[in-house]
């Protein structure tokens, strides 16, 4: 190589955006919303990192309620991960799959009981193959004084109930709801077997929190990280088998073989569930990840804030260059780019949607919050949550644990982290976090004349900084 072949990158800091006419007279008439993959849409641009002191349960349910998505990370066993993407999906479904029953044979006592014990206004009449027979609601027993009295005898019997399908969309349901003007709407299919309930409270919440990112049966959305090696297959599976949305195929270097082959089995095992796959910082990594059948590409080599992959390796690229190369691939087959790392600021979150990013994945910003796992510490007055990079000496040392009883110590004289351990300060509910964050993202839109994340692509015009250029842009004061 010779040095006049040497090439410019940039990263967020070395440029701006270009102000330009705006039309737009309020900034909550930018839409920030964005497709992953061609089923599954965010409301807002934002995905939690796959990383152990990021996203667990309580930070995938707090993101996909703000209209983002989490990413539960892969260092746990993956019936544990399962577990996790089980809670986010039971966390605010208007279906519930496992409604109240009692059999026919059961007494009004009985109903009571279970009743008050579990806090529900009906039960589900239900024979031994578990179809239904009728609902027994508050209403039916409130006159009933003999506690001895069968359920059946009290219960509004299956010809006089309306029913729903167990695939029906929320639209149908509240229509069901409404024009009958009911309470219950049980779901059964051809054989009549129950395989759901859907109550007229939990369908208009769900319906009104416009802004989570859901699912088609009103569930929050929420991704789950699998890797390369070992029972990755398997764990895909699990984690499937949990309705999990999204698969994330997480690789340092996903530029690989080993990366390339994983994605082929996953993709020919499990078609029907998106996999986002990297992480990539050129085109032709974006390229050959497509070609594996990647639904969307996760690009970022070393701008993490816990990360020194390029101190230890000196391989990477400057953040902005690695999207807009990225890019030149991506927007030919439609496929969305997730810039993954080096967010600092909301305005690194608007340059790197300009610059071609469907979505940007966070780590730092969102580790010292309320949903993050772990508990604060207090130092100088001052709280702090830990966060760590997952190529960090820690990260690596509790994965040999999890993956053998015994470690080596050899094992981990070999370890040579390209991740850090550290802390970040408490931040208090995520919620007010992506509040800022989206707020400056939609005003960084209306100065660039974009009401849409797609205009935003098409106008955006950046400029390079100079050292007083960069000195004059940042905070003076504080
Ligand atoms: P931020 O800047 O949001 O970055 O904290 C989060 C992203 O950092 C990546 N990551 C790492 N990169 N060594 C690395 O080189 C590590 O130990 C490491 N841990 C996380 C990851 O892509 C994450 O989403």
Request: charged fraction near 25%.
């Amino acid at each position: 190589m010779r040095i006049e072949d040497i090439e410019y990158a940039l990263s967020y800091g070395d440029v701006l955006l270009v102000p330009k006419k705006s039309d737009i007279d309020s900034r909550k008439n930018v839409d920030v919303s964005t497709h992953l993959t061609k089923g599954i849409k965010l409301n807002v641009p934002l995905i939690s990192a796959n990383m152990d002191t990021v996203t667990e349960a309580p930070m995938a349910i707090a993101m996909a309620s703000n209209g983002g998505i989490g990413i539960i990370h892969r260092f746990m066993d993956m019936e544990k991960q399962a577990s996790e993407v089980r809670r986010v999906k039971r966390s605010q479904s208007y279906i519930i799959d496992e409604p109240y029953s009692i059999g026919p044979d059961a007494t009004v006592g009985d109903a009571r009981a279970v009743m008050s014990k579990n806090g529900v206004s009906g039960l589900l009449i239900v024979d031994k193959s578990h179809k239904l027979l009728g609902i027994l609601s508050d209403r039916d027993i409130r006159f009933v004084k003999d506690d001895k009295t069968s359920a059946s005898r009290a219960m509004t019997p299956r010809q006089r109930l309306v029913v729903g399908t167990p695939g029906m969309s929320s639209e149908q349901a509240l229509s069901v709801l409404d024009s009958h003007r009911l309470e219950k709407l049980p779901l059964v299919d051809k054989d009549n077997v129950v395989r759901g309930l859907i109550t007229s409270k939990d369908i208009y919440r769900t319906v009104n929190s416009e802004q989570s990112a859901k699912d088609r049966r009103g569930r929050l959305l929420v991704g789950a990280a699998i890797g390369v090696k070992g029972d990755y297959i398997d764990r895909a599976d699990a984690l499937v088998n949990a309705d999990v949305d999204l698969l994330v195929l997480d690789i340092a270097h996903g530029h690989s073989a080993s990366v390339l082959e994983a994605l082929r089995k996953i993709k020919k095992a499990i078609p029907e569930v998106p996999i986002i796959a990297g992480n990539v910082a050129t085109k032709e990594g974006a390229e050959d990840l497509i070609s594996a059948g990647a639904d969307g590409i996760k690009v970022g080599i070393g701008p993490g804030a816990a990360c020194i992959t390029r101190t230890v390796t000196g391989a990477g690229m400057p953040q902005l260059t690695a999207v807009m190369d990225c890019y030149e691939a991506s927007r030919k087959h439609g496929i969305c780019l997730i810039a993954d790392g080096g967010i600092k600021t909301s305005g690194d979150i608007t340059k790197a949607l300009a610059a071609g990013a469907g979505a940007v994945m966070i780590g730092s910003m969102f580790a010292g919050t309320d949903e993050s796992p772990g508990y604060f510490s207090v130092r100088n007055g001052a709280k702090y949550k830990s966060y760590r990079g997952m190529a960090s000496f820690g990260a690596n040392v509790s994965r040999k644990k999890m993956d053998k009883k015994e470690i080596d110590p050899q094992d981990i004289f070999d370890i040579v982290p390209e991740g850090v351990e550290s802390s970040v300060p408490y931040k208090g509910s995520l919620k007010e976090v992506i509040k800022q964050l989206v707020g400056g993202v939609r005003s960084g839109m209306s100065y660039c004349g974009a009401s849409s994340l797609d205009e935003l692509r098409k106008n955006a015009k950046f400029v390079r900084l100079t050292t007083s250029g960069l000195s004059e842009s940042y905070q003076k004061l504080s």
